[in-house]
Nanobody
Framework: RVQLVESGGGSVQEGGSLRLSCVASGFNIMHYCMAWFRQAPGKEREGVAAIDAFGMPKYANSVKDRFTISKDMAKNTLYLQIENLKPEETAMYYC???????????????????????WGQGTQVTVSS
């Protein structure tokens, strides 16, 4: 059974940092496109970063140079290192696995509109000014 469990969220001051983790079970994350999304209250879920089966990262323009996505094969875990957080980035952050899709993460930022994507329960990030 596929399962994704996020952790690492919390409350930080503007400019602070967090490291989010997503432990996967039921499949090997090294073979699939994995991504991080976030959803603020009243807003659509948006993609922030993805990493393909070959280790190539992709980022939304708004988070480039501040977010770093990575994965650990031995721990079957996906990470998101977040630097210089902004209050408007307060949201629930979700881990996603594109199990039926492209290993190259093609169209990754639209995964929330597609069936077949597996999601974790989310971890809350709150940034205060």
């Amino acid at each position: 059974r596929v399962q994704l469990v996020e952790s690492g969220g919390g409350s930080v001051q503007e400019g602070g940092s967090l490291r989010l983790s997503c432990v996967a079970s039921g499949f090997n994350i090294m073979h699939y496109c994995m991504a991080w999304f976030r959803q603020a209250p009243g807003k659509e879920r948006e993609g922030v970063a993805a990493i393909d089966a070959f280790g190539m990262p992709k980022y939304a323009n708004s988070v480039k140079d501040r977010f770093t996505i990575s994965k650990d094969m031995a721990k079957n875990t996906l990470y998101l290192q977040i630097e210089n957080l902004k209050p408007e980035e307060t949201a629930m952050y979700y881990c996603a696995a594109d199990l039926p899709g492209s290993k190259r993460c093609e169209g990754w930022d639209g995964l929330h509109r597609e069936g077949g994507t597996s999601w974790g329960q989310g971890t809350q990030v709150t940034v205060s000014s």
